[in-house]
């Protein structure tokens, strides 16, 4: 299985963005998928989150401003950055919980390479 990220860059404060990241290889279905960021000095947090069935969640400091959503024909995750800070500058990992087979008992998570954003004032 392969996540493949892409969408991230330069922005400024004020500015949208929107990721991208497309899952493929050995997929049966796919349950939750999501984009975590890690800034310098700082540890992995989740940003966002979408079940299969499309319930969302959002880290409070990106609500109102993010949107997560997923096509599922497409095995792909999208999150709409807007109104962006310079806070949000890290780079942007996708992640998904990934069923091989339909007699799995459960998924399997796996990450994408990352894609950086860097918001400037």
């Known amino acids: 299985v392969q996540l493949q990220a892409s969408g991230g860059g330069l922005v400024q404060a004020g500015g949208s963005l929107r990721l991208s990241c497309a899952a493929s290889g050995g997929i049966y279905t796919i349950n939750s998928m999501g984009w975590y960021r890690q800034a310098p000095g700082k540890e992995r947090e989740l940003v966002a989150a979408i079940t299969s069935g499309g319930s969302t969640d959002y880290a409070d400091s990106v609500k109102g401003r993010f949107t997560i959503s997923r096509d599922n024909a497409k095995n792909t995750v999208y999150l709409e950055m807007n109104s962006l800070k310079p806070e949000d500058t890290a780079d942007y990992y996708c992640?998904?919980?990934?069923?091989?087979?339909?007699?799995?008992?459960?998924?399997?998570?796996?990450w994408g390479q990352g894609t950086q954003v860097t918001v400037s004032s």
């Open positions: 992640n998904a919980e990934i069923y091989h087979d339909y007699d799995d008992h459960a998924p399997e998570g796996y």
